[in-house]
Protein backbone atom coordinates (compact mmCIF):
# COMPACT_ATOMS: atom_id res chain seq x y z
CA UNK A 1 0.00 0.00 0.00
CA UNK A 2 1.45 3.15 -0.79
CA UNK A 3 1.16 6.29 1.76
CA UNK A 4 2.52 9.55 0.78
CA UNK A 5 3.52 11.99 3.83
CA UNK A 6 4.46 15.63 3.28
CA UNK A 7 5.62 18.13 5.71
CA UNK A 8 5.73 20.76 6.95
CA UNK A 9 1.61 20.76 6.26
CA UNK A 10 2.38 24.87 6.47
CA UNK A 11 5.22 27.38 5.24
CA UNK A 12 5.75 30.98 5.62
CA UNK A 13 9.05 32.66 4.46
CA UNK A 14 9.90 36.25 2.97
CA UNK A 15 10.17 36.75 -0.76
CA UNK A 16 13.06 35.97 -2.43
CA UNK A 17 13.72 33.15 -0.20
CA UNK A 18 14.90 29.81 -1.77
CA UNK A 19 12.83 27.05 -0.04
CA UNK A 20 12.63 22.82 -0.30
CA UNK A 21 9.53 21.19 0.21
CA UNK A 22 9.23 17.56 1.20
CA UNK A 23 7.31 14.16 0.25
CA UNK A 24 8.08 10.78 1.29
CA UNK A 25 6.20 7.82 -0.12
CA UNK A 26 6.39 4.27 1.46
CA UNK A 27 6.39 1.97 -1.76
CA UNK A 28 10.06 2.88 -3.36
CA UNK A 29 9.26 0.70 -6.35
CA UNK A 30 7.63 3.34 -8.72
CA UNK A 31 8.26 4.55 -12.04
CA UNK A 32 7.46 8.34 -11.90
CA UNK A 33 6.30 11.19 -9.11
CA UNK A 34 4.31 13.86 -9.54
CA UNK A 35 4.30 17.55 -8.16
CA UNK A 36 0.80 19.61 -8.44
CA UNK A 37 -0.11 23.09 -7.62
CA UNK A 38 -3.20 24.03 -5.92
CA UNK A 39 -4.86 27.72 -5.82
CA UNK A 40 -7.73 28.15 -3.52
CA UNK A 41 -10.86 27.39 -4.68
CA UNK A 42 -8.88 25.81 -7.81
CA UNK A 43 -7.99 22.45 -9.39
CA UNK A 44 -4.50 20.96 -9.37
CA UNK A 45 -2.29 22.47 -11.83
CA UNK A 46 0.69 19.66 -12.73
CA UNK A 47 4.08 21.18 -12.02
CA UNK A 48 6.79 18.44 -12.88
CA UNK A 49 6.83 14.75 -13.57
CA UNK A 50 9.81 13.25 -12.68
CA UNK A 51 10.74 9.40 -13.73
CA UNK A 52 12.25 7.25 -12.03
CA UNK A 53 15.28 7.15 -14.04
CA UNK A 54 16.20 10.74 -13.67
CA UNK A 55 17.26 12.04 -10.77
CA UNK A 56 15.79 15.78 -11.50
CA UNK A 57 13.20 17.72 -13.12
CA UNK A 58 13.41 21.52 -14.10
CA UNK A 59 11.29 23.76 -14.96
CA UNK A 60 12.20 27.70 -14.23
CA UNK A 61 12.95 28.36 -10.88
CA UNK A 62 11.31 24.51 -9.69
CA UNK A 63 13.16 21.95 -9.30
CA UNK A 64 12.46 18.44 -8.46
CA UNK A 65 14.60 15.36 -7.69
CA UNK A 66 13.82 12.11 -6.64
CA UNK A 67 15.81 9.29 -4.56
CA UNK A 68 13.66 6.33 -4.59
CA UNK A 69 15.96 4.38 -2.40
CA UNK A 70 14.71 6.63 0.00
CA UNK A 71 11.41 6.74 -0.14
CA UNK A 72 11.88 10.88 -0.89
CA UNK A 73 11.19 13.74 -3.53
CA UNK A 74 12.02 16.88 -2.78
CA UNK A 75 10.64 20.14 -4.54
CA UNK A 76 13.59 23.58 -4.38
CA UNK A 77 11.58 26.72 -5.55
CA UNK A 78 14.26 29.20 -6.13
CA UNK A 79 13.88 33.08 -5.42
CA UNK A 80 10.68 32.56 -3.91
CA UNK A 81 7.63 35.14 -5.13
CA UNK A 82 4.21 36.20 -3.68
CA UNK A 83 3.00 34.35 -6.81
CA UNK A 84 4.37 31.34 -5.68
CA UNK A 85 1.79 30.99 -2.64
CA UNK A 86 0.11 28.31 -2.57
CA UNK A 87 -0.53 24.42 -1.90
CA UNK A 88 2.00 22.12 -3.18
CA UNK A 89 0.99 17.95 -3.25
CA UNK A 90 2.85 15.51 -4.40
CA UNK A 91 2.27 12.34 -5.99
CA UNK A 92 3.02 9.15 -6.12
CA UNK A 93 1.51 5.99 -8.22
CA UNK A 94 0.43 2.80 -7.02
CA UNK A 95 2.52 0.12 -9.37
CA UNK A 96 -0.23 -3.04 -8.95
CA UNK A 97 -4.00 -3.26 -10.20
CA UNK A 98 -4.93 -0.12 -11.90
CA UNK A 99 -2.76 2.63 -12.08
CA UNK A 100 -3.87 5.03 -9.84
CA UNK A 101 -2.04 8.22 -8.26
CA UNK A 102 -1.67 8.59 -3.87
CA UNK A 103 -1.44 12.03 -2.84
CA UNK A 104 -0.05 13.69 0.22
CA UNK A 105 -1.57 15.82 1.68
CA UNK A 106 0.04 19.43 0.58
CA UNK A 107 2.01 22.28 1.83
CA UNK A 108 0.49 24.87 2.36
CA UNK A 109 3.11 27.91 1.61
CA UNK A 110 3.09 31.77 1.98
CA UNK A 111 5.30 34.13 0.03
CA UNK A 112 5.54 37.63 2.85
CA UNK A 113 6.67 40.15 0.32
CA UNK B 1 -7.26 22.83 -26.04
CA UNK B 2 -10.49 23.22 -23.41
CA UNK B 3 -9.74 22.27 -20.13
CA UNK B 4 -11.95 20.20 -17.87
CA UNK B 5 -14.93 21.05 -17.54
CA UNK B 6 -17.01 21.02 -13.79
CA UNK B 7 -20.66 22.08 -12.61
CA UNK B 8 -21.73 23.06 -10.63
CA UNK B 9 -19.29 25.23 -9.08
CA UNK B 10 -20.85 25.12 -5.62
CA UNK B 11 -23.53 23.42 -4.23
CA UNK B 12 -25.36 23.43 -0.33
CA UNK B 13 -28.00 21.04 0.64
CA UNK B 14 -29.13 19.47 3.77
CA UNK B 15 -27.82 16.07 4.68
CA UNK B 16 -30.37 13.32 2.87
CA UNK B 17 -30.54 15.08 0.54
CA UNK B 18 -29.39 14.20 -3.44
CA UNK B 19 -27.04 16.02 -5.86
CA UNK B 20 -25.21 15.35 -8.61
CA UNK B 21 -22.31 16.67 -10.27
CA UNK B 22 -21.19 16.81 -14.11
CA UNK B 23 -17.35 16.29 -15.50
CA UNK B 24 -16.90 16.53 -19.62
CA UNK B 25 -12.75 15.96 -19.95
CA UNK B 26 -10.24 17.13 -22.02
CA UNK B 27 -11.40 15.36 -26.21
CA UNK B 28 -9.73 12.49 -26.50
CA UNK B 29 -8.43 11.62 -23.37
CA UNK B 30 -9.67 7.79 -22.47
CA UNK B 31 -9.23 7.86 -19.02
CA UNK B 32 -11.29 9.82 -16.34
CA UNK B 33 -11.45 10.41 -12.82
CA UNK B 34 -13.18 11.68 -9.85
CA UNK B 35 -11.57 12.70 -6.64
CA UNK B 36 -12.62 13.85 -3.48
CA UNK B 37 -10.85 16.45 -1.61
CA UNK B 38 -11.74 17.44 2.58
CA UNK B 39 -10.54 20.45 3.50
CA UNK B 40 -6.56 20.18 4.35
CA UNK B 41 -6.51 16.58 3.35
CA UNK B 42 -5.44 15.67 -0.33
CA UNK B 43 -7.16 14.02 -3.13
CA UNK B 44 -8.34 10.98 -2.71
CA UNK B 45 -9.44 8.48 -5.61
CA UNK B 46 -12.96 7.71 -5.35
CA UNK B 47 -13.57 6.05 -9.00
CA UNK B 48 -11.16 5.70 -12.01
CA UNK B 49 -12.73 4.92 -15.74
CA UNK B 50 -11.30 3.82 -18.71
CA UNK B 51 -13.11 4.89 -21.82
CA UNK B 52 -16.79 3.93 -20.43
CA UNK B 53 -15.68 1.04 -18.26
CA UNK B 54 -14.64 1.33 -14.47
CA UNK B 55 -11.16 0.15 -13.68
CA UNK B 56 -10.93 1.23 -10.10
CA UNK B 57 -13.94 1.91 -7.68
CA UNK B 58 -12.74 0.51 -4.45
CA UNK B 59 -12.94 3.74 -2.40
CA UNK B 60 -16.56 4.52 -3.59
CA UNK B 61 -18.74 4.46 -0.92
CA UNK B 62 -21.30 2.70 -2.82
CA UNK B 63 -24.29 3.25 -0.36
CA UNK B 64 -24.58 6.36 -1.10
CA UNK B 65 -22.18 7.57 -4.15
CA UNK B 66 -22.81 6.43 -7.92
CA UNK B 67 -20.94 7.22 -11.24
CA UNK B 68 -21.04 6.91 -14.87
CA UNK B 69 -20.18 7.57 -17.88
CA UNK B 70 -21.97 6.85 -20.65
CA UNK B 71 -20.69 6.88 -24.13
CA UNK B 72 -16.97 7.18 -22.60
CA UNK B 73 -16.82 11.19 -22.97
CA UNK B 74 -19.02 13.37 -19.82
CA UNK B 75 -19.24 11.22 -16.66
CA UNK B 76 -21.67 12.28 -13.46
CA UNK B 77 -21.25 11.53 -10.02
CA UNK B 78 -24.08 11.04 -7.86
CA UNK B 79 -24.74 11.64 -3.84
CA UNK B 80 -27.81 10.09 -2.56
CA UNK B 81 -28.17 10.31 0.23
CA UNK B 82 -25.71 12.71 1.52
CA UNK B 83 -23.83 13.05 4.82
CA UNK B 84 -22.04 15.99 6.98
CA UNK B 85 -18.86 14.48 6.34
CA UNK B 86 -19.50 14.23 2.27
CA UNK B 87 -18.66 18.21 2.23
CA UNK B 88 -16.03 18.43 0.15
CA UNK B 89 -14.20 19.03 -3.27
CA UNK B 90 -15.06 16.80 -6.26
CA UNK B 91 -12.44 16.48 -8.54
CA UNK B 92 -12.89 15.74 -11.91
CA UNK B 93 -9.79 14.65 -14.11
CA UNK B 94 -8.57 13.88 -17.27
CA UNK B 95 -5.36 11.61 -18.74
CA UNK B 96 -4.79 10.46 -22.08
CA UNK B 97 -4.00 6.71 -20.15
CA UNK B 98 -4.15 5.70 -17.07
CA UNK B 99 -2.16 8.29 -14.53
CA UNK B 100 0.43 6.05 -13.35
CA UNK B 101 2.13 7.28 -16.75
CA UNK B 102 0.61 10.35 -17.62
CA UNK B 103 0.22 13.98 -16.25
CA UNK B 104 -3.81 14.73 -15.32
CA UNK B 105 -5.14 17.57 -16.49
CA UNK B 106 -8.06 18.64 -13.22
CA UNK B 107 -10.61 20.67 -13.73
CA UNK B 108 -11.57 23.17 -10.97
CA UNK B 109 -13.28 21.23 -8.88
CA UNK B 110 -16.96 21.21 -7.15
CA UNK B 111 -16.94 22.51 -4.01
CA UNK B 112 -19.93 20.55 -1.85
CA UNK B 113 -21.29 21.60 1.33
CA UNK B 114 -23.63 19.38 3.43
CA UNK B 115 -25.69 21.08 6.29
Known amino acids: KQEVTQIPAALSVPEGENLVLNCSFT??????LQWFRQDPGKGLTSLLL?????REQTSGRLNASLDKSSGRSTLYIAASQPGDSATYLC????????????FGQGTRLTINP | EAGVAQSPRYKIIEKRQSVAFWCNPI?????LYWYQQILGQGPKLLIQ????????DSQLPKDRFSAERLKGVDSTLKIQPAKLEDSAVYLC?????????????FGAGSRLTVL
Open chain 2, 27 to 31: SGHAT
Open chain 1, 50 to 54: IQSSQ
Open chain 2, 93 to 105: ASSPRPSGANVLT
Open chain 2, 49 to 56: FQNNGVVD
Open chain 1, 91 to 102: AAPIIQGAQKLV
Open chain 1, 27 to 32: DSAIYN
